[in-house]
């Protein structure tokens, strides 16, 4: 989970932040967040993770899968695609927005820090739709501090792919995102667009 928030912060900017805690704060008068419900139904070779966000997404039931009812984090479901890496993965993310924020002025926030790292290429920035709702699906390659082990604190500068897929509903953002290596980028991509699309709002 760690490895996983790490990653995903850094690459997803805004969306992925997580909310810091105050070091040496011996007391806490805020009262605990109600966990979101959510649900996994496994069919066959599949497994669907209902979130109570507004979202369904289906995956293989054979790859690992990080999840969290936790309303404070904002990545919801990461799936591992590489047994042997903890950066390939496709993971969804939600932010609440305020009401009436434009697809376009979404996803320009999530992106405003991502554009910042070094090397950073757009390669592609293309509409489409997501059930049924206007989305904007970005394809673009940095140079960012990810954590490829499980020692807390360890980064290393690593170039990543990225496929960033945007949209709204109800006053929630909604990033469907897939990230991996170059040199792994394709060759999960097939698996990775699969699950991408299997992303249903609710």
Known sequence: MDNRNLITALVIAALITLAATAAGCTTNTSPSPTPIPSSQTTNGNNTTFSSGTGFNVTYPTSLKADTTTDPTTQVKIYVYL???????????????????????????????????????????????????????????????????????????????????????????????????????????????QRIMSSFVLT
């Open 82 to 192: 590489n047994p042997n890496s903890k950066v390939d993965g496709v993971n969804v993310g939600t932010v609440a927005l305020s009401a009436g924020q434009t697809l376009g002025s979404f996803a320009d926030s999530q992106m405003a820090n991502v554009t910042k790292y070094p090397n950073y290429q757009e390669i592609s920035n293309n509409t489409t739709t997501v059930s049924g709702q206007p989305a904007q699906t970005i394809v673009f390659q940095g140079l960012v501090p990810v954590q490829l082990n499980t020692t807390p604190a360890s980064s290393t500068n690593t170039t990543l792919k990225v496929t960033e897929t945007f949209v709204i509903n109800n006053n929630t953002g909604y990033v469907i995102a897939y990230k991996a290596v170059p040199s792994d980028y394709d060759t999960y991509l097939a698996q990775a």
